[in-house]
């Protein structure tokens, strides 16, 4: 195992906060920011120590993603975090809904394996978010939400199909038992299906890039 310098340590245990929290890995610029450095150039001289001394590690194939490693009170690198790869599928309405978008994925996902339920890993993808009818939910125009395909719990923030067309809503039940997508935006109605109302997975994690 290899010592950590006070200002590695400060940078993985940044890095390993933001991968918590956010459920992404902070850009190299997220870094230059937060300890003010005057160029992009320091950061990645860091990255590269922490890698060399097996704090971080890239995942195979996957040129940007990681996984990060623990210290221990003595200042060295202990067990390594996991993250999972996760497929992103185009977007999802969060206003009125839309057409369904299919099809391979658009792009990939690192995401901290402590905000997914392990036991659906496999049964987990993202969507990028399109409109602002979930903004008081804290779910902006642009952002990604993690989805896990489960049965949903009264409340949950859910994709769903009604009457054939995508949206990101919560759901909840009216007085009279019936299913209700509703809105997070006053600007915008809650749904009722006419037809059908299929829910296709759970929303569980927000990622947003600045």
Do not use: C
């Not at 300890?35 to 704090?55: D, P, Y």
């Not at 996957?62 to 060295?76: K, L, M, P, S, V």
């Not at 997508?181 to 990622?207: C, D, H, K, M, W």
Request: glycine content about 8%; aromatic content about 6%.
């Amino acid at each position: 195992m290899f010592e950590l310098t006070p200002r590695q340590k400060e940078i993985l245990e940044f890095v390993r906060h933001h991968h918590a929290s956010e459920g992404f890995w902070p850009s190299i610029r997220d870094v230059q920011r937060h300890f003010q450095f005057k160029s992009t150039n320091a950061v990645i001289g860091h990255l590269r120590a922490l890698e060399r001394k097996g704090a971080i590690e890239r995942a195979p194939g996957q040129a940007r993603a990681f996984r990060t490693a623990g210290i221990d009170a003595t200042n060295r690198v202990a067990g390594a975090e996991d993250v999972i790869d996760v497929p992103v599928f185009g977007s999802i309405a969060a206003g009125f809904p839309d057409g369904v978008e299919s099809g391979d994925a658009v792009d990939r996902l690192q995401v901290n394996v402590g905000v997914l339920d392990r036991k659906r890993l496999p049964d987990t993808f993202a969507l990028r978010v399109r409109g602002e009818s979930m903004l008081d939910a804290g779910i902006n125009d642009g952002d990604t939400v993690v989805v896990e395909r489960r049965t949903p719990k009264e409340g949950e923030i859910v994709v769903a199909l009604i009457d054939g067309q995508s949206t990101l809503k919560r759901l909840t039940t009216s007085p009279d038992g019936l299913p209700v997508l509703r809105s997070e935006n006053r600007a915008f109605p809650s749904l009722y299906p006419l037809r059908e109302l299929i829910v296709q997975g759970v929303a569980t994690a927000l990622v947003r890039r600045l």
